[in-house]
T-cell receptor, first 113, second 114 residues
Framework: AQSVTQLGSHVSVSEGALVLLRCNYS??????LFWYVQYPNQGLQLLLK??????LVKGINGFEAEFKKSETSFHLTKPSAHMSDAAEYFC???????????FGTGTKLQVIP | DTGVSQNPRHKITKRGQNVTFRCDPI?????LYWYRQTLGQGPEFLTY????????KSRLLSDRFSAERPKGSFSTLEIQRTEQGDSAMYLC????????????FGQGTRLTVV
């Protein structure tokens, strides 16, 4: 079975500050991990994915995430927040291959000017 | 390629009525997924198809829910005798069946049962 825990349902950062959204996972087999972003009343857009290759994954819009097996973590970071980054972010896990994906409960990112 | 298309975008229905949603996946994608998202929650898996075969159904998919993908292209999700608890965003996604490819999501259908 797989599960994802996102720490902090709401995160606020100042424009230009570091963005750090936390995700811990549980999986009985080597996982694939994803971060998605969702804007209000929209579907989900993939930011980045880890599929057992490089542990540091770079995604779109300057985001990146590092897979740490020892910590069962896949935290999302961005060096400098932009106003357009305000959205809800979902961490997700699947047991290898995109089949049944389990999502976390989401973290709403607020960017303060 | 216009992405995953879902219709309608919004649906308001009275309790007890039946509703049907449609999803048109990206044309070359053979996998199609349905998720449900309630306020403040992440999407929850409902079911998925590979071509026309429905390969897995979540326990969330009660007997009132049925999904079809008759020709392996578009899919429909029907909810019979809707209840207020069915109010949610219903998301469709599609992907290729290769292991490391991601799914692309539609914009969802927001259902409100009054």
């Amino acid at each position: 079975a797989q599960s994802v825990t996102q720490l902090g349902s709401h995160v606020s950062v100042s424009e230009g500050a570091l963005v750090l959204l936390r995700c811990n996972y549980s999986s009985s087999v080597p996982p694939y991990l994803f971060w998605y972003v969702q804007y209000p009343n929209q579907g989900l857009q993939l930011l980045l994915k880890y599929t057992s290759a490089a542990t540091l994954v770079k995604g779109i819009n300057g985001f990146e995430a590092e897979f740490k097996k020892s910590e069962t973590s896949f935290h999302l970071t961005k060096p400098s927040a932009h106003m357009s980054d305000a959205a809800e972010y979902f961490c997700a896990v699947t047991p290898g291959g995109y089949q049944k994906v389990t999502f976390g409960t989401g973290t709403k990112l607020q960017v303060i000017p | 390629d216009t992405g995953v298309s879902q219709n309608p975008r919004h649906k308001i229905t009275k309790r007890g009525q039946n509703v049907t949603f449609r999803c048109d996946p990206i044309s070359e994608h053979n996998r199609l997924y349905w998720y449900r998202q309630t306020l403040g929650q992440g999407p929850e898996f409902l079911t998925y198809f590979q071509n026309e075969a429905q390969l897995e159904k979540s326990r969330l998919l009660s007997d009132r829910f049925s999904a079809e993908r008759p020709k392996g292209s578009f899919s429909t999700l029907e909810i019979q005798r809707t209840e207020q608890g069915d109010s949610a965003m219903y998301l469709c996604a599609s992907s290729l069946s290769k292991g490391d490819t991601e799914a692309f999501f539609g914009q969802g259908t927001r259902l409100t049962v009054v």
